[in-house]
């Protein structure tokens, strides 16, 4: 998926049966672990087990790191900041066990710890990345567990070579911010955070790493022109079209910054008039051409649109879409031709005219396929190379993504499974006995009225984490 100015993050998908065994290993061992984890001294999230959520681990508290960030600025002279060049991509997987027993305690006698719990974890990892042992999955809660055992070894190192206290500095998985009274202090607790992580072999990103005086304002101008337009004042009609012209042009002007991601998060909480939707369609179709990493915000906001009843130039917006997912399954861009399927499929856009199905084998993802396949279920796509799939899927043992999509596929019954093979493969027979499901036809995006809830209680969570930041918890 696109990641930053012509950069782009990798997603995987993991096979079931590797990650069932993590997932069983860090939980008959969460005691332990939580411990190492517990080392933290920057970090506020708790990584605790629970039913109750959506994930087995919470989401970071993106409130709560923003207000003690602006605390630990209001109180310092110099602010340092930092993370780490491709965080997930690069964990050595022995560097667990390393930062579980300590790394000068391991490598003075590592025969002690083969097969203790943080050398079965460094196994288990591999399992889940084609036994590599650099890189552990994008996604997955298990990869942000193993991601903070090593965190809280680093802060542990941290702490013990400058003393840096927790009033000082937030770390939000790896994005660090810092306060020092001095520039010495900024400069020497920089290069601490430097060695702790190149001890385990991980690289800071330069272009991210920085220290500035306080008088230097981090609020990029853009945001306050933007904020000053809306400010009091309804986003309708003139005013409208005037933000969203300014929008655009400072994405271009400034297209390392996620300017186009804050205005949709603004779009999609805010209500319009009929006469509003030519400006907001024709921003929409514009924008994902200079920025595509809002894609998924652009058909959130089209489908939303769609749903309450708004008319639609439903053709003009396929006349931008259709040519973008072309040239994403070209590229191999699977996060941009999923969410231009999706969009299309929402609007019932038939795809019997375009290159779709000619391009369908050029990308190996089965999630791409599995989606293919449900249009064409639709009867919005006329053919799809089946025959081709099918054959690959014959010679497979499923240790690969193909899992994904002969179990879908076949569960669906857009596939068919010549003499139950994939039924009665024993990794999917306990899936197809519980009716497991991993891609819901069914399943839409949110309603804007669920996510204008979540953008007000987000707002009201900042508030309190502010004032618990400055006055203590109050009732």
């Given at each position: 998926m696109p990641k930053g100015h012509r950069e782009r993050r990798l997603l995987q998908i993991v096979h079931p049966l590797s990650q069932a065994v993590l997932n069983d290993l860090i939980s008959r061992n969460w005691t332990t672990i939580s411990s190492w984890i517990s080392r933290s001294k920057y970090a506020f999230d708790a990584l605790d087990l629970n039913d109750s959520n959506v994930r087995a681990i919470p989401t970071p508290d993106f409130a709560l790191h923003r207000s003690h960030q602006e605390a630990i600025a209001s109180v310092c002279n110099w602010i340092t900041e930092t993370d780490i060049a491709r965080f997930y991509p690069s964990i050595y997987t022995h560097s667990i066990a390393w930062a579980a027993y300590g790394k000068n305690v391991y490598k003075r006698n590592p025969k002690k710890y083969i097969l203790s719990l943080g050398d079965q974890l460094d196994i288990a990892v591999r399992k889940c990345n084609?036994?590599?042992?650099?890189?552990?999955?994008?996604?997955?809660?298990?990869?942000?567990?193993?991601?903070?055992?090593?965190?809280?070894?680093?802060?542990?190192?941290?702490?013990?070579?400058?003393?840096?206290?927790?009033?000082?500095?937030?770390?939000?998985?790896?994005?660090?911010?810092?306060?020092?009274?001095?520039l010495e202090d900024a400069e020497a607790r920089l290069a601490a955070v430097?060695?702790?992580?190149?001890?385990?072999?991980?690289?800071?990103?330069?272009?991210?790493?920085?220290?500035?005086?306080?008088?230097?304002?981090?609020?990029?101008?853009?945001?306050?022109?933007?904020?000053?337009?809306?400010?009091?004042?309804?986003?309708?009609?003139?005013?409208?079209?005037?933000?969203?012209?300014?929008?655009?042009?400072?994405?271009i002007r400034s297209p390392a910054d996620s300017v186009l991601a804050y205005v949709y998060a603004v779009l999609i909480a805010s209500r319009f008039n009929w006469d509003d939707i030519p400006a907001i369609q024709s921003f929409v179709t514009r924008s994902v051409a200079v920025d595509p990493r809002i894609i998924d915000s652009a058909c959130i906001l089209l489908l939303n649109l769609n749903h309450e009843g708004f008319k639609l130039d439903k053709d003009r917006i396929a006349s931008r879409f259709v040519p973008m997912l072309e040239q994403s399954l070209e590229s191999g861009h699977t996060f941009e031709a999923i969410w231009s399927l999706h969009l299309l499929r929402g609007l019932r856009h038939d795809l019997a005219q375009t290159r779709v199905s000619d391009l369908a084998d050029v990308n190996d993802g089965s999630a791409l396929k599995i989606v293919l396949l449900d249009l064409r279920h639709l009867g919005l796509l006329p053919k799809l190379p089946e025959k081709s799939w099918l054959k690959q899927l014959g010679t497979s043992q499923f240790h690969d993504p193909s899992w994904l999509l002969a179990y879908e596929g076949v569960r669906h019954?857009?596939?068919?499974?010549?003499?139950?093979?994939?039924?009665?493969?024993?990794?999917?027979?306990?899936?197809?006995?519980?009716?497991?499901?991993?891609?819901?036809?069914?399943?839409?995006?949110?309603?804007?009225?669920?996510?204008?809830?979540?953008?007000?209680?987000?707002?009201?969570?900042?508030?309190?984490?502010?004032?618990?930041?400055?006055?203590?918890?109050?009732?």
């Open positions: 084609r036994s590599q042992t650099v890189g552990i999955p994008i996604g997955p809660d298990s990869s942000r567990i193993i991601a903070e055992i090593i965190s809280s070894y680093v802060d542990e190192n941290v702490q013990a070579a400058t003393g840096l206290t927790s009033d000082e500095a937030d770390r939000l998985q790896d994005d660090w911010l810092i306060g020092s009274k001095t430097i060695r702790a992580y190149q001890e385990l072999g991980l690289d800071i990103n330069g272009r991210k790493t920085g220290i500035r005086h306080v008088s230097e304002s981090s609020f990029p101008e853009w945001r306050s022109r933007l904020i000053n337009l809306k400010s009091g004042r309804a986003l309708t009609g003139d005013r409208l079209q005037e933000y969203l012209k300014i929008a655009i042009n400072e994405q019954g857009w596939l068919p499974d010549a003499g139950g093979v994939i039924k009665t493969n024993p990794l999917f027979v306990p899936m197809f006995s519980r009716n497991v499901q991993f891609y819901d036809p069914k399943r839409n995006v949110q309603p804007r009225a669920n996510l204008r809830r979540l953008r007000l209680a987000r707002a009201k969570a900042t508030h309190r984490a502010r004032l618990v930041d400055w006055f203590g918890d109050y009732p």
